[in-house]
C-alpha cells in the first residue's frame, strides 16, 4: 500500500503443497503381498520410509489384489494393517484414509497424531470416538480433555453471557455435536432418527461424562505452566494455532498422555496464518519420521453428499 518493498517470513514455513500425507501407494509383485501376510513383515529396502507411514501395495499382475502396511521403524520392515471388526464407539472407518487414521488412533505406542482433512473427512468424530472408547471403554486414561483455539469466524458477535463453562458452550458446540452424534450411535445401534426420549437421554449421558470429569472441555488459553498425564488430549482446529502455540500445547503432555491434533489448513480464520505457517502444517512436516508420532490427511469428505460437492 504504501509502496515498500516487503517479504513473508520465511523461516517457519513449510511447502503446504508437498506436504508429507502419510501415506504412499506403490506396485509390487503379488508374491510380495502374499510373503508380508504369510510372515508378518516384509522389508521394503529401496524405499525411504518414516515411521507410521503407511503403505498401499498394489500386486503388478492384478491391480484389485492390494494390501495395506505401516511401516515400524523398530523392525526396519512393513506389517500388514489388520481390519478391525466392529465400530469403535459406534464409528466403521469408511474409507482407506480413516482406516488409517483409526489404526494412529487406537494405538497406544503413539504419543502424538495429527489429522489434517477438509470439512466432512471425519477428523474430530474420529479422534472423539477413539478418545471416548479408551477412556469409558478400555480406561487406559483417566479422562478425555478437548480444546479448541478461541479464535470468531467473521465478525465476533461479542461477549457471552455466563461464568467460564457457559462461555466455553458455545465454542464447544462442534465437539458436543460429535460427541451426541456417537452418543445417539451406541444408544441406537445404527445411527437411526432419534426418538425424543433417546434425545434426553443421549443428553443426560453427556452431561453425566462432563459432570463426572470423563470428559472436560477447555479453552487453550489456560494450557501454560500445566502438566496434563493420562489423558487423551484432543485439540480441534488446530491450523488456527501458530507453531509457537502448538509447541506449547504439546510440550504441556505428561507421561501416559495422547495428543491428538485435527484441522483443516485450507480453512484457516486466524488473520496472521496461511496453509504453510500455521502450526500444524509446521508439526507435521517437523515431526514426520519420529517413532512415537503418526499422521494422516484425510481426502474424501464423508458428511454427505452436498459437502463433497462443495
Not at 502419510?22 to 504369510?38: A, H, L
Not at 488456527?240 to 491428538?260: C, M, Q
Request: contains cysteine; hydrophobic residues 40%; aromatic residues 6%.
Amino acid at each position: 500500500a504504501l509502496g515498500l518493498v516487503t517479504e513473508d517470513f520465511e523461516a517457519q514455513k513449510v511447502d503446504f503443497e508437498r506436504l508429507y500425507t502419510g501415506y504412499r501407494e506403490i506396485t509390487v509383485p503379488g508374491t510380495d503381498i502374499d510373503r508380508m501376510y504369510s510372515q508378518k513383515q516384509l522389508q521394503l529396502p529401496d524405499l525411504d520410509l518414516n515411521a507410521n507411514e503407511f503403505v498401499l501395495l498394489h500386486d503388478q499382475a492384478d491391480p484389485a489384489h492390494t494390501a495395506l502396511a505401516r511401516f515400524r521403524k523398530e523392525t526396519q520392515a512393513i506389517s500388514p494393517v489388520r481390519q478391525r471388526r466392529g465400530p469403535v464407539f459406534g464409528v466403521v472407518a469408511r474409507n482407506l484414509q480413516q482406516t488409517m487414521a483409526l489404526e494412529l488412533l487406537l494405538d497406544d505406542s503413539v504419543k502424538l497424531v495429527s489429522l489434517i482433512g477438509s470439512a466432512g473427512t471425519g477428523k474430530t468424530l474420529l479422534a472423539l470416538a477413539a478418545g471416548m472408547s479408551k477412556v469409558l471403554n478400555e480406561q487406559i486414561y483417566t479422562k478425555m480433555l478437548c480444546a479448541r483455539p478461541i479464535m470468531p469466524w467473521g465478525r465476533d458477535i461479542g461477549y457471552l453471557p455466563g461464568d467460564k463453562d457457559e462461555k466455553l458452550t458455545a465454542w464447544m458446540q462442534p465437539i458436543f455435536d460429535n460427541m451426541a452424534y456417537l452418543l445417539s450411535n451406541r444408544l441406537s445401534g445404527d445411527g437411526a432418527a432419534a426418538t425424543h426420549a433417546q434425545q434426553s437421554s443421549v443428553e443426560q449421558r453427556m452431561q453425566q461424562l462432563v459432570e463426572s470429569g470423563q470428559v472436560v472441555l477447555e479453552p487453550l488459553h489456560y494450557i501454560r505452566g500445566r502438566s496434563i498425564p493420562h489423558q487423551f488430549m484432543v485439540v480441534d482446529e488446530a491450523q488456527n494455532l501458530t507453531p509457537h502455540e502448538v509447541k506449547t500445547i504439546a510440550s504441556r503432555v505428561g507421561e501416559g498422555t495422547k495428543l491428538v491434533l485435527t484441522g483443516d489448513a485450507t480453512q484457516i480464520d486466524n488473520p496472521y496464518l496461511d496453509s504453510s505457517s500455521n502450526g500444524l502444517s509446521y508439526l507435521v512436516e517437523r515431526l514426520r519420521g519420529q517413532p512415537i508420532v503418526g499422521h494422516v490427511t484425510l481426502a474424501r469428505s464423508e458428511r454427505s453428499e452436498l459437502a463433497s460437492l462443495i
